[in-house]
């Protein structure tokens, strides 16, 4: 594992596989860092041993020695499976007293690892730590979580269109409806159903049809998931017929969605998921043109706020039922009827492609991070209401920041 190029950093990666396997977390991940690794000298290290229990899967005794003798300056760990492993532990001993500086990509499952985190707490203690979040409202919960708000910033996934694949064709109309998209997991903590019942009242307002694809899979049981239609082949009947037409396309690799965006007219998700650090799917779709209806929570925050001309923003409560929904449906309704055009989509394009990203990246690691002084009484506590199943003070002021306002990326 002998550089010839000493290098200036190390990042260590879950195996590529599985970062090319898991959308959010692999996407854009590999050019950022290929990307960086040229101008910061930076080397990419795989670690796989990802339980604190299994021994190391590959001998790291020459990397380990080198770190000890050569220093990186900079360690960004891009996975939170990391933090599990023999490997990581070993590192931060070796590198205790080098002055070295920690960067942490952290993603939606930040707070249901927090075991994982108050255990690093004494070994962190000290050290140059920076957590890097995917949105603003993520930030604002992680800065919650800590003794040093300034310890976090925000920097977006990086998302590139051709991975899509090509347009090629639209899908078909049938009879010519109002045609809304929803893609990702069909699940209730994304809240679909919910949205099948706002279009079923936007529908009743406008006097036109409306149909609603689904492109996903479907993970956990839905209030209609046994009776949605997949492209023209009918399930058993639903609970509660649907007065919109539901077409369920099943779960579709990334490169075939191209198509899909193209044929319709607006982008869909009310989710209220608490893991939503970033909303690649929305992402995807202004990238493609639609205009996006979005719940103001989580990562949809900064998009609504900062491509307003483009999308239009559904408050809801924690159970994912819209607040204020008869002025939610008339503004909805305006929205609808007086679309923005599909747009030309290179700006926003550029916003989120792989070498802007990489550039914020540069500009966060070229900084050295602040000295990390602990975690807040806040997250002990919500260790502890975890623990015990409950919803008490300190997830209410957890989750709040998914539902407040943020002032966008930079």
Known sequence: MTSKRRPEGIVLVSDWKDLDSVTVIGQGLRERY??????????????RDHSRRAPLCHDYAEFFEESYLFPPKTVVVTNGAILRSYFFRLLLMVLRTKGCSYYFHIYGDYLRQVDLWLSLESILQGQRVRFI?????????????LQDPDLVAAVPFSHSPE??????EEFPHSGRPLRFLYSGRISTQKNVASAVRLLEGLQHKLGRPIELLLAGGLDDFEPFSSGVQTLGTQFTKL?????IRVVRLGH?????????YAGADFFVSLSTFHDDDFCLAAVEALSAGLPAILSRWGGHLDLLDRFSDRTFGIPLSDSGAVLGESAALEGLRAFVTSPPKKHEAQAFQEYFSPV????????????PPPLFSGFSPIFGAWARELSAGVRGPASAELYESFQGRTDGLD
């Open 239 to 243: 609970a509660r017929p649907a007065s």
């Open 163 to 168: 991975a899509l694949g090509r347009s090629g």
């Open 252 to 260: 579709l690799p990334r490169g075939r969605l191209a198509p899909i």
């Open 356 to 367: 802007r990203i990489a550039r914020l990246l540069e500009a966060q690691l070229d900084v």
């Open 34 to 47: 290929t990307a960086l690794g040229d101008s910061l000298a930076l080397r990419l290290v795989e670690v």
């Open 133 to 145: 979040a995917p949105s603003s409202a993520y930030q604002s919960v992680i800065r919650k979580t």
